[in-house]
């Protein structure tokens, strides 16, 4: 199993950008897709990025396409999350998540979530 602890979450302003990591421990870490899932106040969570094992494939939910970018360094066991051009809705806590299927880059079954990291966007 992976152990999954976030890092890089704060205040910032509309506009500007924050990078989130995901540092993993575990030995099925490189066997694993990764991704970044957020839960908003009184909402659901929900998914946001995953990437495959390998890197080679990546997808992004419709309302960060275009401005979050995930990618990960399997050689540190890191996963970031680099979000730009945030928006007050963006506000939420994410969750670093490991997905059984290693190559599928929407997750499927979460084996393994982190303990979340808060970001918040003023107006």
């Known amino acids: 199993q992976v152990q999954l602890v976030e890092s890089g979450g704060g205040l910032v302003q509309a506009g500007g950008s924050l990078r989130l990591s995901c540092a993993a421990s575990g030995r099925t870490y490189g066997d694993s897709a990764m991704g970044w899932f957020r839960q908003a106040p009184g909402k659901e969570r929900v998914f946001v990025a995953g990437?495959?094992?390998?890197?080679?494939?990546?997808y992004y939910a419709d309302s960060v396409k275009g401005r979050f970018t995930i990618s990960r360094d399997n050689a540190k066991k890191v996963v970031y999350l680099q979000m730009n051009s945030l928006k007050s809705e963006d506000t939420a806590v994410y969750y670093c998540?490991?997905?059984?299927?290693?190559?599928?880059?929407?997750?499927?079954?979460?084996?393994?979530w982190g303990q979340g990291t808060q970001v918040t966007v003023s107006a």
């Open positions: 998540a490991s997905g059984t299927n290693p190559y599928n880059p929407r997750l499927g079954v979460i084996g393994s």
């Open positions: 990437i495959t094992w390998s890197g080679s494939s990546t």
